[in-house]
């Protein structure tokens, strides 16, 4: 008996132990199976998101702004761009602009048809441009993903508010006058050696140059002369002027203004640096026989991309105020841009790239100012600096060659093509020039943006005096930066030229136009510590820090060269530029 139950008791032992494993493994497998389903769904959610949300093809600024259920301005970049390559084999301005016109028209016609339909039936806010085929979208993340899930859309980029910290002025002054009639021109002016190409006969005339900055002050004294829409009886602001400022809340010259207004006085300063004289002695500009347009695409410093290309594409084909029919030959030969679009705020380091290339396929010199993020190598981060279809200006102090500390250096690797930047510099310290607090205001400034109008307004020197070179972008830039002042900073890589520091050296506008150079009024120096002081235009980390301690050396004045062969330069050879 004993036995029996001692067996049965085995038994159920046996059968409870079972019974448990058993139990054990429904639930193991239970937990497994729940596992395998949150994992799937969570797969299946992640499938999903790619397929819809296309992370791939939304710039984390985007995302970041559209979450929570918020809305934002973002830039829908469309697949299929414009082919302008046939450009580079057209003769003429006329001809020029005519084709990147139409290609440019004819491709956002054909292509984005379907998306703005799609956008116009559910009520969406937008804005088309062609200059790059894109599309301004204001909506939620819902929106966003159902565009970036299209095929015929590339990118959704953001449209963030950019902070431009523009110059503060050194000094205000009222200019002399009429009866002092002083004759004196700016030393910044004087050391470019423009003063020797006007007396040959060379002032700029026949070239507009486009000012893309915080609008200008037109009714100025320095200005007014050469401004496209005064006739000298009465004022068109048609095809002369326009403003991408919208929405601002506060500002002086408030939205969409009908006629030239500058809100801080820095497009004042810059356009009068590029062609300003009153004529009655404040000679402050490079090519007083030139004429000027505008464009405000900074609210009081603020930017967006937005507003940088609609910009950029009123350059390329001029509309009325208002807007109507645009014309390609209304358009400028040469533009002024002292702004910046930095990824660290929000920029797609390539939004803006098509559209400085295709203004430089239509013939049009795009004049960049470099990063002001100096002192440090690889300091030129931020579009449109870093485009090889820029030409990128850093700045010197004025009245020596030393490089100006806050002047951002090359090579540019944010984009990883450690290309050479700047191209070549001109003066940047204490540059006085026209300013918007009345029309005979004048101001002293300091920054690369004080440097870029000195290169706009040599280049329309050079197209005036050598008229074969006009609209040749790669042409007249080789002859610009083979007639300039080689300076051999070793910083930041060989000496060159060109090399990272100042690009192929100062602006020497008489030695490209062919006159004699004359010996400059000061001889530089090894330092390149500035004894001014500046605000710079951007705030940057420096990506690499200097190898040794910078060091200029300077080539003797160059005598006169014939009047159509620039001087010949060792290698390496100008980098090739976009048409």
Same mark, same amino acid.
């Given at each position: ?22 139990? /054990? ?13 949150d ?31 918020q ?39 054909? *292509? ?18 062609? *200059? ?18 299209r ?60 000012g ?45 203004s ?5 809100d ?12 300003g004289d ?7 500009g ?16 603020n930017?967006?991309p ?27 030969d040469?533009t ?19 559209? *400085? ?19 440090n ?8 600096s870093?485009?090889?279809a ?16 806050f ?52 280049? /329309? ?47 020497? *506008? ?37 190898t ?32």
């Open positions: 008996m004993n036995s029996n139950r001692t067996s049965a008791s085995s038994r159920l032992r046996v059968l409870l132990f079972l019974f448990l494993f058993i139990a /054990a493994s429904i639930a193991v497998v239970g937990a497994i199976s729940s596992s395998r389903t994992g799937e769904r969570e797969h299946s959610a992640r499938s999903a998101w790619h397929v819809a949300g296309q992370p791939g093809k939304i710039a984390p600024w985007v995302i970041e702004h559209t979450a929570n259920g809305r934002a301005e973002f830039i829908v970049v469309l697949a299929d761009q414009a082919d302008l390559s046939g450009a580079i084999n057209l003769a003429t301005k006329a001809e020029k602009g005519r084709y990147v016109y139409e290609a440019l028209r004819n491709k956002s016609q054909a *292509i984005q048809g379907p998306v703005l339909q799609w956008l116009r039936d559910r009520g969406i806010e937008h804005r088309s441009f062609y *200059i790059l085929n894109t599309i301004l979208v204001k909506g939620s993340r819902e929106i966003c993903e159902a565009l970036a899930a095929p015929d859309v590339a990118q959704v980029e953001g449209n963030p508010q950019i902070k431009n910290i523009l110059p503060q002025p050194d000094a205000i002054s009222e200019g002399p006058s009429p009866a002092q009639r002083p004759e004196t021109i700016e030393p910044g002016i004087t050391y470019t050696h423009a003063p020797d190409v006007w007396t040959l006969g060379f002032r700029g005339q026949g070239i507009t140059v486009g893309a900055d915080t609008g200008q002050r037109w009714t100025h004294n320095a200005l007014k002369p050469q401004y496209r829409g005064w006739d000298g009886v009465a004022a068109d602001h048609n095809y002369n002027w326009h403003d991408s400022i919208h929405d601002s809340v506060g500002n002086p010259c408030g939205n969409d009908p006629f030239p207004c500058d801080n006085g820095h497009g004042t300063h810059t356009i009068g640096t590029a062609i009153d004529g009655v002695g404040n000679q402050i490079m090519a007083p026989g030139a004429k000027w347009i505008g464009c405000r695409n900074l609210d009081q410093g930017g967006t937005a507003r940088y290309l609609e910009c950029m594409e009123w350059f390329l084909a001029p509309y009325p105020i208002g807007g109507g029919q645009a014309t390609r030959f209304r358009a400028p040469i002024v841009n002292a702004w910046h679009c930095p990824p660290s705020e929000g920029c797609s380091i390539n939004t803006l790239q098509a559209a *400085i290339e295709a203004q430089a396929a239509a013939g049009i010199m795009t004049v960049v100012r470099a990063d002001g993020s100096g002192p190598c690889s300091t030129m981060e931020d579009p449109p870093i485009y090889a820029s030409y990128t200006v850093g700045a010197l102090n004025t009245g020596t060659d030393n490089v100006a500390s002047s951002s250096r090359g090579p540019v690797i944010i984009d990883g093509s450690n290309r050479i930047k700047p191209d070549i510099s001109a003066p940047g310290t204490n540059i006085r020039s026209s300013y918007n607090g009345s029309d005979n205001d004048y101001a002293s400034l300091s920054g690369t943006s004080m440097a870029t109008p000195h290169i706009a307004g040599a280049m /329309a020197l050079l197209w005036c005096a050598r008229p074969e070179l006009r609209h040749n972008i790669s042409g007249s830039r080789t002859v610009l930066n083979e007639a300039a002042f080689f300076l051999a900073y070793k910083q930041c890589g060989t000496p060159g030229p060109p090399n990272n520091v100042v690009g192929w050296g100062r602006v020497d *506008i008489a030695a490209a136009v062919g006159t004699p150079s004359p010996t400059p009024t000061a001889t530089p120096t090894a330092t390149v510590t500035p004894t001014a002081t500046a605000t710079p235009t951007a705030t940057a980390t420096p990506s690499v820090t200097p040794a301690t910078p060091t200029a050396t300077v080539r003797p004045t160059p005598t006169a060269r014939p009047n159509a062969t620039p001087r010949p330069r060792p290698t390496p050879a100008p980098r090739p530029i976009p048409a």
